[in-house]
């Protein structure tokens, strides 16, 4: 356990609903990412915050995804109208400035 | 090793032996570098990390070359044990990004009794 919670960690959906990850990091940590995985590739950036303020974004996070961390602690990932090819694992990580990035165990994410 | 499409480059050692897993990298103004394992239904794992003043790190029974010549990174485990079997991945990171990284395909190590 690497103090990075996520939930919910397996979220099964029909195509055309939404779903919201939440991402809970290491408290004192000010940065926070997500990132996603599909099966046999690296993860692959979407968006980073430094506190409350979302300061990079992925071309690959498309208008259909939406971030935030209000309070410079926890952060959502919300998904509208899911599409089958935003079927993947979402991960989420933190770290305290320039220091080690810690992963949390990530949210599955399965489009029917 | 790289990965062509889906396919995972794999590795399988002996227990007991010394593994290597490659890495190359795109970026020449990439400046700092890291290895995670991630094993099966988990997020990555930091390993060991690197940066690009040093062409040698060592930690507890891995160690990390780097070769900014060539654009290439390694991971050397020693004596390799059944709970190293998992996926290995090279990150690499971006000067002026916003500190976030880019990471590689990844190896499937594979450790036989």
């Known amino acids: 356990d690497t103090g990075v919670s996520q939930n919910p960690r397996h979220k099964i959906t029909k195509r055309g609903q939404n779903v919201t990850f939440r991402c809970d990091p290491i408290?004192?940590?000010?940065?926070l990412y997500w990132y996603r995985q599909t099966l046999g590739q690296g993860p692959e950036f979407l968006t980073y915050?430094?506190?409350?303020?979302?300061?990079?974004k992925s071309r690959l996070l498309s208008d259909r995804f939406s971030a935030e961390r209000p309070k410079g602690s926890f952060s959502t990932l919300e998904i509208q109208r899911t599409e089958q090819g935003d079927s993947a694992m979402y991960l989420c990580?933190?770290?305290?400035?320039?220091?080690?990035?810690?992963f949390g165990e990530g949210s599955r994410l399965t489009v029917l | 090793g790289e990965s062509v499409g889906l396919h995972l480059p794999t590795l399988s050692v002996q227990e007991g032996d010394n593994s290597i897993i490659n890495c190359a990298y795109s970026?020449?103004?990439?400046?700092?570098f890291i290895w995670y394992k991630q094993e099966s239904g988990k997020g990555p794992q930091f390993i060991i990390d690197?940066?690009?003043?040093?062409d040698k790190r060592q930690g507890q029974r891995v160690t990390v070359l780097l070769n900014k010549t060539v654009k290439h990174l390694s991971l050397q485990i020693a004596a390799t044990q059944p709970g190293d079997s998992a996926v290995y991945f090279c990150?690499?990171?971006?000067?002026?990004?916003?500190?976030?990284?880019?990471f590689g395909s990844g190896t499937q190590l594979t450790v036989l009794p």
């Open positions: 990580a933190s770290r305290m400035g320039a220091g080690e990035l810690f």
């Open positions: 408290s004192e940590h000010n940065r």
């Open positions: 915050f430094q506190n409350e303020a979302q300061l990079e």
């Open positions: 970026n020449s103004a990439s400046d700092y």
């Open positions: 690197i940066r690009s003043n040093m």
């Open positions: 990150a690499e990171l971006l000067s002026g990004s916003a500190r976030q990284l880019t």
